[in-house]
T-cell receptor, first 116, second 115 residues
Framework: GDSVTQMEGPVTLSEEAFLTINCTYT??????LFWYVQYPGEGLQLLLK?????DKGSNKGFEATYRKETTSFHLEKGSVQVSDSAVYFC???????????????FGQGTILTVHP | ETGVTQSPTHLIKTRGQQVTLRCSSQ?????VSWYQQALGQGPQFIFQ???????GRGNFPPRFSGLQFPNYSSELNVNALELDDSALYLC??????????????FGSGTRLTVV
């Protein structure tokens, strides 16, 4: 079945540091890939997405590139801020394999804490 | 445009009891999905409702059931509660029967504690 593996956390950085959160996936068919962010006490918010190989998703300074050859979708940001502190989830979605619906399969999440 | 609203926000139940969680979908959305997020874990897909029928289900036992109403709102029912059912339950709405992830809007969730 489909699965997503994220790097172990938590990740602690100083403000303006470079961020990388690794994500690899296993999927049947041709998935779409996503990064969601969850702030304390809130639901999930879509951060960025990519729907085909070599696509780069970007939003709010975050970027991730869909790498089919390495089945990866690593999240990067050049300069993090305190306000980026949250839990980040990598996810995939596919309606292949005979399903008639789209569901999200999530990784376990990575806690990011940014200090001033 | 209103987002996804879930109620209640917090709930404490005793093992063996039954619980109903509610979700109002975002305006214009006709599909609702439910996810269970255990502490420190990623959300797990429970099921999806489209046009008032269940059209996809994850690896959850039959005591997890749901409904979708003509106004596209939804309920998640869990019977015979177990301690392991303690989790954050997230509702996500979308348009169309596939959604494909980027069409989903998530609510803030209901925190269920089973004691």
């Amino acid at each position: 079945g489909d699965s997503v593996t994220q790097m172990e956390g938590p990740v602690t950085l100083s403000e303006e540091a470079f961020l990388t959160i690794n994500c690899t996936y296993t999927a049947t068919g041709y998935p779409s890939l996503f990064w969601y962010v969850q702030y304390p006490g809130e639901g999930l918010q879509l951060l960025l997405k990519a729907t085909k190989a070599d696509d780069k998703g970007s939003n709010k300074g975050f970027e991730a590139t869909y790498r089919k050859e390495t089945t990866s979708f690593h999240l990067e940001k050049g300069s993090v801020q305190v306000s980026d502190s949250a839990v980040y989830f990598c996810a995939l979605s596919t309606s292949a394999g005979g399903t008639s619906y789209g569901k999200l399969t999530f990784g376990q999440g990575t806690i990011l804490t940014v200090h001033p | 445009e209103t987002g996804v609203t879930q109620s209640p926000t917090h709930l404490i139940k005793t093992r063996g009891q039954q619980v109903t969680l509610r979700c109002s979908s975002q305006s214009g959305h006709n599909t609702v999905s439910w996810y269970q997020q255990a502490l420190g874990q990623g959300p797990q897909f429970i099921f999806q409702y489209y046009r008032e029928e269940e059209n996809g289900r994850g690896n959850f036992p039959p005591r997890f059931s749901g409904l979708q109403f003509p106004n596209y709102s939804s309920e998640l029912n869990v019977n015979a509660l177990e301690l392991d059912d303690s989790a954050l339950y997230l509702c996500a709405s979308s348009w169309g029967d596939r959604g494909l992830g980027y069409g989903y809007t998530f609510g803030s969730g209901t925190r269920l504690t089973v004691v």
